[in-house]
């Protein structure tokens, strides 16, 4: 049999990592890095603080979106990293259009510097 994770203990791991989203001092909230697949930051997005509300069925919603930023460099988003206040990497995941399945969604992929870029939709639903 496989491991099945109830409700409550899947909301409980989603809010321990939005928990590490908003941890840290350096900066008043925690970014969504939109990156190249080589790894070149195109733009950053500033999360609310708390960036996530609470967990609800297993899944937690980024709070406040849509939310944009200027894009710093020109380049096609395969690949969001999600920061804390300090910086640090919390996790990693891919980003696309609507319809894409990709784990965040943003208006456009395909990024010029100084382009503003919006981050339309993004949850996190722990397995079950």
Same mark, same amino acid.
């Given at each position: 049999?496989?491991? /099945?994770?109830?409700?409550?203990?899947?909301?409980?791991?989603? #809010?321990?990592?939005?928990?590490?989203? #908003?941890?840290?001092?350096? #900066? @008043?909230?925690?970014?969504? *890095?939109?990156?190249?697949?080589?790894?070149?930051?195109?733009?950053?997005? @500033?999360?609310?603080?708390?960036?996530?509300?609470?967990?609800?069925?297993?899944?937690?919603?980024?709070?406040?979106? @849509?939310?944009?930023?200027?894009?710093?460099?020109?380049?096609?988003?395969?690949?969001?990293?999600?920061?804390?206040? #300090?910086? *640090?990497?919390?996790?990693?995941?891919?980003?696309?259009?609507?319809?894409?399945?990709?784990?965040?969604?943003? *208006?456009?992929?395909?990024?010029?510097?100084? *382009?503003?870029? /919006?981050?339309?939709?993004?949850?996190?639903?722990? @397995?079950?």
């Amino acid at each position: 049999m496989t491991i /099945q994770l109830a409700t409550a203990s899947r909301n409980t791991m989603n #809010d321990a990592l939005a928990d590490l989203v #908003d941890a840290g001092t350096t #900066d @008043p909230e925690g970014v969504m *890095d939109l990156e190249t697949t080589g790894a070149t930051i195109l733009v950053s997005i @500033p999360l609310n603080n708390p960036a996530f509300g609470a967990s609800a069925v297993g899944t937690m919603v980024a709070l406040g979106v @849509p939310l944009s930023a200027l894009a710093v460099a020109t380049g096609i988003a395969t690949t969001m990293v999600v920061r804390d206040r #300090d910086g *640090d990497e919390v996790y990693r995941g891919t980003v696309g259009l609507a319809g894409s399945g990709a784990d965040a969604i943003i *208006d456009t992929t395909s990024v010029s510097t100084g *382009d503003s870029v /919006q981050l339309t939709s993004h949850s996190i639903t722990a @397995p079950s």
